[in-house]
């Protein structure tokens, strides 16, 4: 017994020294700590560092810094940055890049300018202190931004220009922190100095954005299915691009950021791979690095001496006037109202992810103090409340604002909510594609499951077709789960098929259906055969008609062709915004060959309900030589027909040749044809 009380004893001697019991006691905090705090509303990166400091060495001293606990805090570091790369909206910062740049400009140069001579002149730190210190100001981390995008304003343009400021200051910041570090080393800033730093720069980045992008689209496409080596694959990429940075002479955090960007359009944000990387994320990697975080913060260092509250207090002082300047600016030149001025500062006063990177990598190489130390995790604090809140409260009076100034808007969007897509099964090989296909174009807003139907013949042995093919579907039940999207499976017994998937449209009043291209496409001469046109004709809503042999995050862009008056059927407006939704997903352009009046309408929608579209526009009406547009297409590129049912204002005779020449002329293109709504 009393041998038990000792290895018990020295189980729990402080600091705890079994890995299995450290790790164990990390994911109970990760798991517990956010519960105990949520009722009083603090945000979920500030329990975690409150429980690192807690536990850490200048706390109770339940755990100590060691080899484990600094390789995990080294991972999601790196993980966080990787992210903050994979998350930018590039087509956002396409369609509003120079409003993004004009306000990264201010909310990078304001605060480092405020910032630097309050360091070194009031504080009393060197030139390089002070100057990483001074660059810490500039970066802000969208904490805030889930707020925004709960409460449906995120499509407001003063949040598009801040989320797109953000690939501004997060490069130039991690730019400043590889001459900062060059400048602590011995030698300096001499000229060999920045010769290596530009030659291996523009090597390294040759690899990134030319050499990764392409090993990444062979992988995801001769791979296609090994689903889990995805994710292996692409944290392998983030480690060897961290380690690529260090031998390119700058921090491995900004190899990880810009990992996050070359793979940035291969993975689309509704993706199961993308749902994977910020599971693990934000489940471990991420909440071990703010406890470890929490476990550098010294507390009898804050509680010393006046210095370190005065130098915590003047940091958050800077950071939040910076930040408000750069905001109020930005309304000056752009003349927005109060309420986007503040949702601006809302979104970018919050400090967390650049902010601990550049501070971490500063403190570690002994530029910067315990005090900047200290008082840059009391800043953190400071900053994600006050951005929290004040996101939150700008986020709804810009709601209100759009209600006032719109009701229709909303009458629309309450609409959109209720979105529901039917999507048949005909042949299982291709059907995996058609539903990652459903999962992009889903609006994330609406509460309805995806339905996926299959219709089997009412004969002797429809009972035994229907289980076979529940058991069939059940795969794809597991691959809809993984992009955390809801699947509505059901098999039902009709004559004909195409009159089962009319049925099941009227009785789910599904919105659009997405269907495979027709297996008579074998025959190019009859692309829509009977059982197609049996479809088309027994269904009014929106039908999606697919065809692809390659990843749909393996294209580069959208051709999209629409004959004249089509702005004028009911559908418009929801492949309009499909066709919009798609293109942020795999973050590509989008070209339109149409007329000058459904040009004039698609930019008239884009404007009123506030999206974000990378539009070209090529005027074409010329329908007899349809062959025309694959006069600038790629092997890479999407072609989308809109056609017209028999007897819709659009209808003309020629529509009905498009399908056989689409089959006949672009083999290799994956290719789609909507048929819009119907009144």
């Known amino acids: 017994m009393n041998e038990f009380l000792e290895i018990l004893k020295h189980e729990f001697e402080l600091p705890l020294s079994n890995p299995v019991l450290v790790f164990a006691l990390i994911l109970l905090i990760i798991l517990v700590s956010p519960v105990l705090l949520r009722r009083i509303k603090i945000p979920g990166i500030i329990v975690l560092i409150i429980s690192g400091i807690i536990i850490g060495p200048y706390g109770t001293g339940l755990l100590e810094q060691n080899t484990a606990i600094d390789l995990f805090s080294k991972i999601g570091l790196l993980y966080i940055m990787f992210i903050a790369g994979l998350e930018l909206d590039m087509n956002q910062f396409k369609v509003n890049r120079n409003k993004s740049l004009l306000f990264g400009l201010f909310t990078f140069a304001i ?45 407001n343009e003063a949040i598009a220009i801040t989320v797109g400021g953000t690939i501004l200051t997060d490069t130039a910041v991690l730019i400043i922190l590889a001459v900062i570090m060059g400048n602590a ?7 060999d100095f920045w010769i290596r730093l530009v030659v291996s720069l523009t090597i390294f980045c040759g690899i990134m954005f030319y050499l990764v992008p392409k090993i990444a689209k062979w992988f995801f496409t001769r791979l296609e299915k090994e689903k889990h080596s995805h994710y292996i694959f692409v944290l392998t990429v983030v480690f060897l691009a961290a380690f690529l940075a260090e031998l390119a002479g700058v921090e491995d955090i900004i190899g990880a950021f810009l990992a996050g960007l070359a793979l940035n359009r291969l ?3 509704s993706s199961a791979l993308m749902n994977r990387i910020e599971f693990m994320g934000n489940s471990l990697f991420i909440p071990f690095f703010l406890i470890s975080v929490g476990m550098l913060v010294d507390i009898s260092v804050i ?7 005065v130098v915590a207090l003047t940091l958050s002082a800077v950071a939040l006037f910076g930040k408000w300047a750069a905001a109020f600016f930005t309304q000056l030149v752009f003349k927005y109202c109060a309420a986007q001025r503040k949702v601006i500062f809302g ?13 971490i990598v500063g403190f570690n190489a002994g530029i910067i103090d315990k005090n900047i130390l200290n008082g840059t995790i009391i800043l953190i604090l400071i900053t994600s409340i006050i951005a929290t809140f004040a996101t939150e409260k700008a986020a709804e009076k810009l709601l209100l604002e759009n209600q006032e100034s719109d009701p229709e808007v909303i009458k629309n969007s309450e609409n959109y909510k209720k979105e529901s897509i039917l999507l048949p099964l005909a042949n299982i090989v291709n059907f995996e594609k058609l539903l990652e296909f459903a999962i992009l174009i889903k609006d994330k807003v609406s509460d309805n499951p995806v339905s996926i139907l299959s219709v089997v013949p009412n004969d002797e042995e429809a009972e035994v077709n229907i289980a076979q093919a529940q058991n069939k579907l059940e795969d794809f039940v597991r691959q809809a789960s993984a992009s955390e999207t809801d699947v509505d ?9 195409a009159s089962g998937i009319s049925r099941k449209s009227r009785e789910i009043i599904a919105d659009l259906t997405v269907l495979g291209w027709p297996a008579s496409s074998t025959n190019e001469n009859d692309i829509i055969g009977d059982k197609m046109a049996g479809i088309i004709r027994g269904t009014r809503n929106t039908i999606f008609i697919c065809e692809t042999h390659t990843p749909w995050a393996t294209h580069e862009r959208l051709i999209v062709a629409a004959p004249q008056k089509s702005a004028e059927m009911a559908g418009f407006e929801l492949w309009v915004k499909k066709v919009i939704k798609f293109s942020e997903e795999l973050s590509i352009p989008i070209l339109l060959y149409c007329d000058k009046e459904t040009q004039t309408a698609v930019e008239k929608l884009v404007e009123k309900l506030k999206l974000r579209a990378p539009f070209e526009f090529k005027e074409f009406k010329n329908w007899e030589d349809f062959l025309i547009i694959s006069k600038n297409l790629s092997a890479e590129d999407i072609i989308m027909f809109i056609s017209a049912r028999t007897g819709s204002i659009a209808h003309r005779g020629i529509l009905e040749q498009i399908p056989q020449k689409m089959g006949m002329y672009f083999k290799e293109n994956t290719k789609i044809i909507v048929y819009p709504r119907e009144k």
């Open 111 to 155: 605060p480092l300018i405020v910032g630097y001579p309050v360091c070194y002149y009031l504080l009393g730190y060197d030139f390089n202190a002070s100057f990483l210190t001074a660059s810490m100001f500039a970066t802000h981390t969208l904490i805030a931004y889930p707020i925004v995008s709960k409460m449906g304003v995120s499509k």
């Open 185 to 191: 080393q011995d030698g300096g800033l001499t000229m």
């Open 267 to 269: 993975i689309p944000h």
């Open 303 to 309: 509680l010393s001496g006046y210095m370190a509250i």
């Open 347 to 359: 979104l970018s006063s919050g400090h967390a992810a650049a902010t601990l990177a550049v501070i």
């Open 489 to 497: 499976v059901t098999a039902t017994i009709d004559q004909d098929v």
